[in-house]
């Protein structure tokens, strides 16, 4: 069974902090999306990737695909973004919808 | 921009009442899904469709049902809601399998 484990689960910061939220899974994949929720609901995909590092203004996305794990980080964060994000995987070989999520991590950026 | 739109943000029903969940999507997706997500559980699959009156069950299809008349409206329906049914609901769609996700501003649910 294919897990996704994030860490933190939730983790406060200062403004201005170098943020890194890290997902590892067990099973071998073709993709992982990391996504962002902000309080009131909506979802919104950061990222899809399947291997090396993506980049989106101060976000950043990478992956190792043979230890089985991703990180997402933040430059020079900022209030606006705190949120939850969220790891979700696709297994190798997964049809329509074979994605996999994580429990998410709760960022909280001070002021 | 591209869309997802869900028909009510904030639902509360009774117990036992008919609900119905819509969701549209302006991208001529072919695949569309509907989540719960719950805390601590985070957001699991109930049903999806990959075509025009196709479906197929996800994690946790039981007490729901879905239909998909047309390629961009996908509904949710609980035929007889349940307190245990309260929780926040997600629509999103792709353009492929395994492509990126749009998302819906998502659905709460409230049942009494």
């Known amino acids: 069974k294919n897990e996704v484990e994030q860490s933190p689960q939730n983790l406060t910061a200062q403004e201005g902090e170098f943020i890194t939220i890290n997902c590892s899974y067990s099973v071998g994949i073709s993709a992982l999306h990391w996504l962002q929720q902000h309080p009131g609901g909506g979802i919104v995909s950061l990222f899809m990737?399947?291997?090396g590092k993506k980049k989106h203004g101060r976000l950043i996305a990478t992956i190792n695909i043979q230890e089985k794990h991703s990180s997402l980080h933040i430059t020079a964060s900022h209030p606006r973004d705190s949120a939850v994000y969220i790891c979700a995987v696709r297994p190798s070989g997964g049809g329509a919808d074979g994605l996999t999520f994580g429990k998410g991590t709760h960022l909280i950026i001070q002021p | 921009d591209v869309k997802v739109t869900q028909s009510s943000r904030y639902l509360v029903k009774r117990t036992g009442e008919k609900v119905f969940l819509e969701c549209v999507q302006d991208?001529?997706?072919?695949?569309m899904f509907w989540y719960r997500q719950d805390p601590g559980l985070g957001l699991r699959l109930i049903y999806f469709?990959?075509?025009?009156?196709?479906?197929e069950k996800g994690d946790i299809p039981e007490g729901y049902s879905v239909s998909r008349e047309k390629k961009e409206r996908f509904s949710l329906i609980l035929e007889s809601a349940s307190t245990n049914q309260t929780s926040m609901y997600l629509c999103a769609s792709s353009g492929q399998a395994g492509g990126e996700l749009f998302f819906g501003e998502g659905s709460r649910l409230t049942v009494l």
């Open positions: 991208m001529d997706h072919e695949n």
């Open positions: 469709s990959y075509d025009v009156k196709m479906k």
């Open positions: 990737l399947s291997s």
